[in-house]
């Protein structure tokens, strides 16, 4: 696990959270995906994409020790391996989303252990956010109703702490950690 030392400043505004990121050839293939909608708009990078899980800051500043603090919990957090399947597209209001038809029960309960161990630990985060796996796609473009998509399926072995930094375009991965059964 990398993070970034206690004494850093983080100036300016951030959104740290975390979440599962596709594997490389799974990002490219949701890549193509974007392109063949043909709905305009600003695509998301390859590097950015990912399912968002729990976040700590959203639109704030980060407070000092938040991420080591954080780290130190995610590490305890025991979960085996899972599968997540996104078979629909989704545009509207401002993006478009990769979602799922079947309810992805293992995120849920992997992202309830999460929050679990955060507030067990007294590491705030932030609440009220009605949990609805996607990948956004793109920003912007041409409204889309839900459609049917040759899925679009991984294995999720890790999730990561990210550092978004807001205005920059810059998510900065700040711990990484396997899912393990035990």
Do not use: C, N
């Not at 020790?65 to 954080?70: F, H, P, R």
């Not at 995610?74 to 979602?99: C, K, N, T, W, Y």
Request: glycine share 8%; proline share 9%; aromatic share 6%.
């Amino acid at each position: 696990m990398s993070s970034v030392p206690a004494s850093d400043p983080r100036p300016g505004l951030h959104s740290l959270f975390f979440a599962i990121r596709p594997p490389q050839e799974k990002a490219r293939e949701i890549m193509d995906l974007t392109a063949s909608l043909s709905l305009g708009g600003t695509p998301v990078r390859v590097h950015r994409l990912h399912i968002s899980l729990l976040a700590l800051v959203w639109k704030g500043v980060v407070p000092d020790g938040l991420v080591e603090e954080a780290a130190d919990v995610a590490q305890s957090v025991v979960m085996p391996p899972m599968h997540v399947i996104f078979d629909r597209a989704v545009g509207g209001a401002g993006s478009a989303l990769l979602r799922p038809s079947e309810p992805l029960d293992a995120l849920r309960m992997f992202r309830e252990r999460l929050g679990f161990a955060m507030k067990s630990a007294g590491v705030d985060f932030v609440t009220g956010q009605r949990f609805s796996p996607h990948v956004t796609l793109l920003y912007g473009g041409q409204p889309m109703p839900e459609k049917e998509i040759d899925p679009i399926t991984w294995v999720v072995d890790e999730f990561v702490l990210i550092d978004s930094h807001i205005g920059l375009t810059h998510h900065e991965t700040v711990g990484r950690w396997p899912l393990k059964a035990k």
